[in-house]
């Protein structure tokens, strides 16, 4: 492979990560057509379209959308509302009761320590110093 013989073993995945990771998807996407079976059956207006409308979605062409990624998304995307750096400003949201509707609240932040940018050393930030310094060394 690339980068020698260790590097084979580096890209394996230990099987009780693997095992727990894939029963994490099995359980929620279990767990997800259970609850639409139910939402079917007892709440048939949230899953109807509207009077006079087509459905935009047939059966369960969305319910990955619906059942998993939403659950997740919060994880990864979150508005900023200051320079991609070392430290920056996250805009606070809050979700509706039934997790429909994401309301942004862009007067109120929280300032935060960059742990998963492409930009967490700061130098997008910092004008002069370093992004003088780079320019000069290319």
């Known amino acids: 492979g690339r980068g020698g013989a260790g590097a084979d073993r580096a890209d394996e995945v230990p099987y009780w990560t693997a095992i727990t990771t894939y029963f ?3 359980l ?6 259970v609850r639409d079976a139910f939402g079917r059956l007892f ?5 109807a379209a509207p009077a006079g409308y087509a459905p ?3 059966g369960y062409d969305d319910f990955y959308t619906r059942r998993l990624y939403y ?9 900023i509302a200051s320079a991609p750096g070392a430290w920056l ?5 809050q979700w509706s009761h039934d997790r ?33 310094t780079v320019v000069r060394t290319l």
């Open 56 to 58: 935009l979605l047939d």
């Open 43 to 47: 709440k048939r207006s949230q899953y």
């Open 89 to 93: 400003d996250v805009v606070d949201r």
């Open 100 to 132: 429909r509707v994401l309301h942004v609240h862009p007067s109120r932040t929280r300032h935060c320590l960059n742990l998963g940018s492409y930009n967490y050393l700061g130098f997008g930030e910092l004008q002069g110093g370093v992004d003088s």
């Open 24 to 26: 994490g998807y099995a």
């Open 28 to 33: 929620l996407i279990v767990v997800g057509y």
């Open 71 to 79: 659950r997740i998304s919060d994880c990864w995307g979150r508005p």
